[in-house]
């Protein structure tokens, strides 16, 4: 028989019929363990005729029995005593191993939930903006237009409206042009300008590009009109308005469903009105913003004309309060100018006027006519 010694662990055995707590050393030997008592006797207690009661669990001090109950009991404090026994025991570990697997079953049970957690965050950070950007991806155009037109309503109430058939015309020529001169589209672009003094503007899904006054005020020349409308028109294009109204809704539809509010659901459809609210992603932005630029100049319109609103909403030239729905809704970045000013600057072409023979300011800065 090998003996193989290993160290010393100092432990209590309790003989099952008295309260008796009797100190001991113990030695882990190659089939057992070897209990020496202060009275110089020794105790041997082969690993095949023991289970571990206690101690699987990581601080949980070591129990060890013996025999039927009332069994003998060994309790050792020292965690160690465990890899000792595997270390120096190896059948002996191969006998206590199902004490050994709950060890580690209980270590993946917290992974488990650890992992449940990460899963349910990864879902809620990643899998709902994901699942919402593959449902905007694959929606009919036609839907998206019928989406728009719900946000439309509320983003641009008829009442909140103005009409003014020169001013109609001028952005509709402008948006033609641009228009004409990009990759052919599923959208057509329609303007409504809403009487409101912050400098705004939003695209809806479907191609419905919303224009507040204060943003029209705003802008010095048609080329400048140009840049936003040719923005704006990209976030239609590449979808970013239907992506970010599906996250909102699936995200609040998600949070109703997990608090169990049923009357959420509702509250999140309604959400197509709050596009206003909505911030583009900054990807997205710089999306809008290239695309754009490579439109303006395929219609050979004024590139610097993009920048320089642009520089001048930065710099809050355009009235700081009024400009910050728009900065709120496309985070502007002096990278976002820097960007465009390179583009601009790369462009080689004799840009063709807009409007021409119209001043910009006469095409109507005021509301007219709300019908
Ligand atoms: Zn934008």
Redesign the pocket.
Same mark, same amino acid.
């Given at each position: 028989m090998r003996t193989r010694p290993s160290t010393t662990w100092p432990g209590f055995y309790y003989d099952g019929r008295t309260a008796l707590r009797r100190p001991v050393t113990i030695t882990v030997m190659a089939t057992g363990l070897r209990m020496a008592t202060e009275e110089d006797t020794f105790l041997w207690w082969p690993y095949e005729q023991l289970h571990l009661a206690q101690g699987a669990l990581p601080g949980e001090q070591i129990r060890l029995e013996r025999g039927p109950e009332p069994s003998e009991t060994l309790v050792v404090s020292d965690e160690a005593f465990l890899s000792a026994i595997r270390a120096g025991a190896p059948a002996a570990a191969r006998h206590l191993l199902p004490a050994f697997r709950r060890r580690h079953w209980a270590g993946l049970v917290l992974l488990a939930g650890a992992g449940a957690v990460i899963v349910g965050l990864a879902i809620y950070a990643w899998g709902i903006p994901a699942l919402a950007d593959l449902a905007a991806e694959q929606m009919p155009p036609a839907w998206e237009e019928r989406l728009g037109q719900a946000a439309l309503e509320s983003l641009a109430p008829p009442n909140r409206r103005c009409a003014d058939p020169r001013r109609d015309a001028a952005l509709s020529e402008i948006v033609a042009r641009l228009a004409a001169a990009g990759p052919g589209s599923a959208y057509t672009f329609r303007i409504t300008v809403v009487d409101e003094p912050a400098v705004n503007a939003f695209a809806t899904p479907g191609g419905y590009l919303i224009i507040h006054l204060g943003l029209l005020q705003a802008t010095q020349t048609p080329a400048e009109m140009a840049g936003v409308l040719a +923005?704006?028109m990209q976030?239609v294009r590449h979808r970013h308005s239907t992506r970010a109204l599906f996250r909102e809704i699936s995200m609040r539809a998600l949070l109703s469903l997990l608090v169990g509010d049923a009357g959420g659901l509702g509250q999140a459809l309604e959400t197509a009105g709050t596009l206003g609210e909505l911030r583009?992603r900054r990807q997205?932005?710089e999306t809008?913003d290239r695309d754009g630029m490579e439109l303006l100049q395929a219609a050979r319109v004024d590139p610097n004309g993009m920048v320089s609103f642009l520089r001048r909403l930065s710099r809050g030239e355009s009235g700081a309060p009024r400009s910050q729905a728009y900065l709120s809704? +496309?985070p502007l970045t002096t990278e976002r100018i820097k960007h465009l000013e390179r583009m601009a600057a790369g462009a080689r072409y004799t840009p063709i006027p807009l409007l021409q023979g119209v001043p910009w300011r006469e095409i109507g800065m005021r509301c007219t006519a709300a019908p």
């Open positions: +923005h704006e976030h583009y997205d932005e809008a809704t +496309h």
